[in-house]
């Protein structure tokens, strides 16, 4: 069963005036440290989600280069794994298949929400699992690079990328967790498989899920966080997203 999220920030107080720039980046900045992601609801009209995104950083664009991408379904995906059809997706992070660090921060927020069952998106704290495998197979993930490849979505768009990186990075910055379950290059019988199957089974039993109305908007850091999304059914769900670097 998905469990409700925490670290809720409500853009507008018990007053229903709109929180002070202050105030909002001030608690903002406490959820995200505690939690590692934030859930913003009540946002007023006045909000400007890419005035928001880009005081936390720099933006990275994203694979078609538009820096503001739409998550919608796209004509003539739904046959293959990609964001943009209506299919579950499995637990990662952004920015695997990068040559460059990957992106700090993933921000999506609602434009059309989602009519019916599914579409939430699913979050669970990666340091929390990482904490319950043993200390060698984390000496795995820290020492061994893996190749990555990109989404099948994203190769019928013309990029075909291939890296290499191990699971985790220590920086000066924090630890980068670097996850997927299908784009990860291995053999059956390598011991990364375990730890894959591990991550999934942990993330069944303990993600949060958000399910939007028109203006929410969910921020995660995705060094840390494990992300995901149940399956729908409603062609009009419309999600922006943008992603910031460290």
């Known amino acids: 069963m998905p469990i409700s999220p925490l670290s809720i920030l409500s853009l507008r107080d018990f007053n229903g005036d ?7 980046h001030r608690t903002f900045g406490e959820l995200m440290t505690e939690h590692g992601y934030v859930f913003m609801c009540n946002v007023p009209d006045t909000f400007d989600p890419v005035s928001f995104c880009r005081d936390l950083g720099n933006f990275v664009p994203n694979y078609s280069g538009a820096v503001v991408g739409d998550v919608r379904p796209e004509p003539g995906m739904d046959d293959v794994y990609h964001a943009g059809n209506t299919r579950a997706l499995t637990p990662h992070t952004e920015g695997y298949d990068f040559k460059i660090t990957p992106p700090r921060y993933i921000a999506l927020w ?21 904490s319950e495998l043993p200390e060698e197979q984390r000496q795995l993930l820290r ?4 190749e990555w490849k990109t989404t099948e979505g994203i190769q019928r768009l013309g990029l075909d990328l291939h890296t290499k990186h191990p699971l985790l990075e220590e920086t000066d910055n924090g630890t980068i967790v670097r996850f997927s ?9 390598d011991p990364v498989t375990e730890v894959q199957q591990h991550a999934r089974e942990f993330f069944e039993q303990h993600h949060v899920a958000i399910d939007y109305d028109r203006a929410d908007m969910l921020v995660w850091d995705n060094w840390r966080m ?21």
């Open 226 to 246: 494990l992300h995901s999304r149940n399956a729908f059914t409603d062609t009009g769900r419309h999600l922006r997203r943008i992603q910031i670097a460290a």
């Open 181 to 189: 379950c299908n784009n990860l290059i291995r053999s059956d019988d």
């Open 110 to 130: 609602c434009v059309t929400p989602c009519h019916g069952a599914g579409g939430e998106t699913t979050l669970v704290d990666a340091f929390r699992w990482l």
């Open 143 to 146: 020492e061994r690079p893996y």
């Open 18 to 24: 709109p929180l002070s720039p202050e105030l909002m």
